[in-house]
């Protein structure tokens, strides 16, 4: 059973960087992807960064050339996270597939933005 352990949220000012890093243990080698998802209060868990074999995933456009992941697909996964906006203010998930399984998710780091 993979279990993901995340690490690196708090408070930050706008305009600051971030950086949270994600740990699979258990059958990790199993992982075809890893990455991030977050959710903000009242809202639904929208997809951030993923890490395939081939690379990152193509970004959405809300964190698209502020935030880069990084790492392994395996193991271990960075999210860094510069020039951070109130609104990406949410609860940040570190995220695993293994094929023929459901998503395996982390308990969740807070980040906070302040204006």
């Known amino acids: 059973q993979v279990e993901l352990v995340e690490s690196g949220g708090g408070l930050v000012q706008a305009g600051g960087s971030m950086r949270l890093s994600c740990s699979a243990s258990?059958?990790?080698?199993?992982?075809?992807?890893m990455g991030w998802y977050r959710q903000a209060p009242g809202k639904q868990r929208e997809f951030v960064a993923g890490?395939?074999?081939?690379?990152?995933i193509e970004y959405p456009d809300s964190v698209k050339g502020r935030f880069t992941i990084s790492g392994d697909n395996k193991s271990t996964v960075y999210l860094q996270m510069n020039f951070l906006k109130p609104e990406d203010t949410a609860v940040y998930y570190c995220?695993?597939?293994?094929?023929?399984?459901?998503?395996?998710w982390g308990q969740g780091t807070q980040v906070t933005v302040s204006p």
């Open positions: 890490l395939t074999n081939g690379g990152p």
């Open positions: 995220n695993a597939l293994i094929p023929g399984q459901s998503p395996t």
């Open positions: 258990g059958g990790a080698s199993n992982i075809d992807v």
